[in-house]
């Protein structure tokens, strides 16, 4: 039975497990983040402690090996380039801008980030979204998707799936148009493990069912894979060959899976898939948490959690590879658009940040000079606004109120 209100206990396996794992977390912080403190640490394979969007430089060599460009002394002066470009565009004007696509949410994967870049894309093209019916935020999870659980379609398709569904691609094949785009993404697991017990072990926020498992390959459960909780479902999570097919079937299907370490990247990769504008990626930074154990990626730790959870780490190592294929298969000025990306983004969000403060006179804007990627833009106030706001929301009430008279569904069974 669910219960997706209050303040419930999840299942006792997890609890105790995620008690004793916290506990050692612990009391590596208390241990290992004095000795980081004193610059005397030695932890083997330092990943990233990206909490969604907040870092995405993972590896060292991946850090920007240019100085950053002119920071803005305050939010009313222009963002510029720190060097003239003059260089042609590597970016074809040619392609045709992608509008249709299916997002596979993963909790704390630095989803609302990019939920919200999709929705704001959608909303300004006037495109048609699977949205969850009531004020509801998920397609039914931890269920699959089914029609009772999202609002019909004004059209014949829809253009955007981007809520929290399970991934199923025959029924989401039927719900788009023939060139729909699948789009996940993944975190290194021990990351979005620790991310996600801060967030729900401490916050009371969650919806979690009887039985179901939030710490044992939640990623892959999301993607498709059947790891016994579904009726009628056989747990396949130690099954090597049906592993190697999901992998690759999901490689068939998934035209581009983001990395979360390596978003900035991710996400300049994704505008060049679908065509977009570089304006059509900027976001603010949220939902990012600070907790103590965060920057912990103890080897045993991450070696129990392996076991624990071997599906997970299957798939963000296959994913994490054919990633780094890709880019490097991209242009030579990869990074550098990357890089401009970061300086963007951070311009935003000091200007954004002003506004919110108070401290931005109406009507003054921010000015995103020319690039090699993109016209010169503005950033106003009713823009930030845009950001800050909560979208999904906005999507539910256009559509009840574009349609009135129609009904829609009931579901069959409790979700959030
Ligand atoms: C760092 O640790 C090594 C042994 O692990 C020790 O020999 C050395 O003195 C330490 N250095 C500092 C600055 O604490
Ligand atoms: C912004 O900078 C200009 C000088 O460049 C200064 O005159 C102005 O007071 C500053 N505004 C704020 C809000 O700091
Ligand atoms: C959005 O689409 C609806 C019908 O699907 C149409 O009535 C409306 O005018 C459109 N709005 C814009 C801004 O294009
Ligand atoms: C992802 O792949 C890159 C390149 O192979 C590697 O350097 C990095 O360590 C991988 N990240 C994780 C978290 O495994
Ligand atoms: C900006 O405009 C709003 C109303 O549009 C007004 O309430 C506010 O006081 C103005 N702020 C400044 C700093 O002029
Ligand atoms: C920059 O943005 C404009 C629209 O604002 C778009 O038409 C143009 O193609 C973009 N430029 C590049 C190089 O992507």
């Known amino acids: ?64 090996d240019i100085k950053r460009g002119l920071r803005l002394r305050n939010a009313t002066d222009s963002y510029r380039p720190e060097k003239p470009r003059v260089v042609q565009s590597t970016t074809p004007n040619q392609c045709t801008e992608k509008t249709n696509f299916v997002y596979i949410k993963e909790i704390k994967c630095a989803s609302q980030t990019l939920v919200n870049v999709f929705r704001r894309f959608g909303l300004e093209r006037n495109l048609s979204f699977v949205t969850p019916i009531g004020k509801k935020i998920y397609l039914g999870w931890p269920w699959l998707i089914q029609e009772r659980y999202y ?106 899976v983001v990395i979360v370490e390596y978003f900035h990247e991710s996400l300049i990769l994704l505008r060049r898939l679908m065509c977009w504008k570089l304006t059509d990626l900027i976001y603010l930074r949220k939902n990012v948490a600070s907790y103590s154990f965060k920057a912990d990626m103890d080897p045993d730790l991450v070696a129990i959690y392996r076991k624990w959870s071997p599906v997970d780490y299957r798939l963000y190592d296959h994913f994490n590879r054919t990633f780094w294929k890709r880019v490097a298969e991209t242009t030579p000025d990869f990074r550098e658009e990357v890089e401009h990306f970061d300086r963007v983004t951070d311009d935003v969000n000091n200007f954004c940040r002003d506004v919110s403060a108070g401290k931005v006179a109406n009507g003054s804007f921010l000015t995103l000079h020319d690039s090699k990627w993109n016209k010169s833009f503005r950033v106003d106030k009713g823009l930030c606004e845009t950001l800050n706001a909560e979208l999904l929301k906005r999507i539910q009430s256009e559509w009840d109120k574009a349609q009135p008279k129609m009904k829609q569904p009931v579901p069959d069974k409790e979700f959030c």
Request: net charge neutral.
């Open 151 to 256: 609002r019909p379609s004004k059209t014949d398709k829809f253009n955007i799936l981007c809520e929290h569904a399970i991934f199923d691609e025959r029924l989401m094949r039927k719900l788009m148009p023939d060139d729909v785009v699948f789009i996940a993404s993944l975190r290194e697991p021990f990351a979005q493990f620790k991310s996600m017990f801060n967030y729900y072990a401490f916050q009371d926020r969650y919806c979690v069912p009887d039985g179901f498992h939030m710490s044992k390959n939640l990623m892959a459960y999301n993607l498709g894979f059947p790891t016994g909780y579904l009726p009628g479902q056989a747990d396949k999570s130690s099954d090597e060959a049906f592993i190697a097919d999901f992998l690759s079937d999901l490689d068939r299907t998934f035209h581009f």
């Open 1 to 64: 039975m669910t219960r997706c209100l209050g303040r419930r206990r999840r299942d006792c396996y997890w609890l105790m497990y995620a008690s004793c794992l916290f506990g050692a977390i612990w009391w590596l912080e208390t241990t290992l983040i004095s000795r980081i403190e004193t610059g005397n640490a030695s932890i083997p394979n330092k990943l990233p402690n990206a909490d969604d969007t907040n870092s995405q430089r993972g590896s060292e060599k991946l850090k920007p």
